[in-house]
């Protein structure tokens, strides 16, 4: 009798850590979520401003497939004409998703690009958001006349040192969002 005592009593005493522990993630989950959502709606709204031309009017998120994925863009107009696209772009880079914001003006040159989120490896392919070199040769790149692949492959893309994984998922996530722009202009 007494071994089924002390099963009832650890069943009994488990279940209630669970049930506190539950409740006490539960209550953190619901004062972060807002916080939370504010900081990524400042990082989109900041990347749009980074990728963009000032001076435009920028019209509201609209749907767009990016790279056989669901996601959004915005429209930079000017006297009503649009001048510029910003699109979001997630490809998987080594280390899991790798999300940019994509600046591409109505002419189909890249603008510029803004990391939005990313797993890389710190030191080295998390240089993809950090190594001037590597996102400064991307602003007005002229996707026409130059290739968005990596030099290794053929391309005019300088990879990151020890990192042609996430240098790769860079430049395809560009020109998946060059591609989607096209698309809808009829390019």
């Given at each position: 009798m007494a071994v089924k005592?002390?099963?009832?009593?650890?069943?009994?005493?488990?279940?209630?850590?669970?049930?506190?522990?539950?409740?006490?993630?539960?209550g953190m989950y619901a004062l972060t979520?807002?916080?939370?959502?504010?900081?990524?709606?400042?990082?989109?709204k900041a990347s749009i401003g980074a990728v963009l031309p000032e001076g435009g009017e920028l019209s509201e998120s609209k749907p767009i497939e990016v790279g056989g994925q669901d996601s959004e863009y915005y429209v930079s107009t000017k006297d009503g004409a649009p001048v510029a696209y910003a699109v979001k772009s997630t490809t998987v880079g080594f280390g899991g998703p790798l999300v940019l914001m994509v600046g591409i003006t109505a002419d189909?040159?890249?603008?510029?690009?803004?990391?939005?989120?990313?797993?890389?490896?710190?030191?080295?392919?998390?240089k993809c958001n950090t190594d001037e070199k590597f996102m400064n040769q991307f602003k007005n790149f002229d996707p026409v006349s130059k290739s968005l692949t990596v030099k290794k492959d053929g391309g005019d893309v300088d990879a990151i040192t020890a990192s042609t994984i996430t240098s790769r998922a860079y430049a395809l996530a560009i020109d998946n969002a060059v591609k989607a722009i096209n698309s809808i202009k009829g390019e």
């Open positions: 005592s002390n099963l009832t009593t650890m069943v009994v005493c488990l279940t209630v850590v669970s049930l506190i522990c539950s409740a006490l993630l539960g979520a807002e916080p939370i959502a504010k900081a990524n709606a400042d990082i989109l189909g040159v890249v603008y510029n690009t803004s990391v939005l989120s990313h797993n890389e490896t710190p030191g080295l392919g998390a």
